[in-house]
């Protein structure tokens, strides 16, 4: 099996991403023009709008700042999407690094640290609601 391009993980990313949107409520719309935004979740039930960039890890970036934009990121086979400003605050300690002098700092894994920080953003498992969707095809 060859080894996938950048481009083809961003697309397996965002379809993982969507699966577990679907199961909580949100449809996924595909910006035309990536200016930071790749792509938008909305719940139409509850009205929440998230202007979301994917990530392959946890990334803070000075671009993001003050733009309302929110993160999304798997870590360990779930997915989390934070606002970006939040995880700036949360990864303080990180602003000291020379990569954050250059305007951006990401990580892999998350620390338990973390993950008890970014509980509330725990956004779930696609795995979970394949497994999930596959057991209601057979029950059907």
């Known amino acids: 099996?060859?080894?996938?391009?950048?481009?083809?993980?961003?697309?397996v990313n965002r379809n993982a991403l969507v699966t577990v949107a679907l199961k909580q409520g949100y449809n996924a719309y595909l910006p035309v023009y990536d200016n930071g935004i790749d792509l938008i979740l909305h719940n139409?039930?509850?009205?929440?709008?998230r202007l979301v960039?994917?990530?392959?890890?946890?990334?803070?970036d000075r671009k993001y700042i003050d733009r309302d934009i929110w993160i999304a990121f798997p870590d360990r086979?779930?997915?989390?999407?934070?606002?970006?400003?939040?995880?700036l605050r949360l990864g303080e300690r990180h602003t000291t690094t020379e990569s954050w002098a250059r305007g951006t700092y990401s990580k892999t894994p998350l620390s338990r640290t973390d993950r008890e920080e970014l509980a509330d953003y725990?956004?779930?498992?696609?795995?979970?609601?394949?497994?999930?969707?596959?057991?209601l095809e057979q029950d059907g």
């Open 1 to 11: 099996m060859s080894k996938l391009t950048s481009d083809a993980i961003e697309v």
């Open 122 to 135: 725990r956004f779930g498992d696609p795995d979970m609601v394949i497994a999930e969707a596959e057991k």
């Open 77 to 87: 086979g779930c997915w989390y999407v934070a606002p970006h400003d939040e995880m």
């Open 53 to 60: 960039q994917l990530k392959g890890r946890w990334t803070i």
């Open 44 to 49: 139409e039930a509850s009205g929440d709008t």
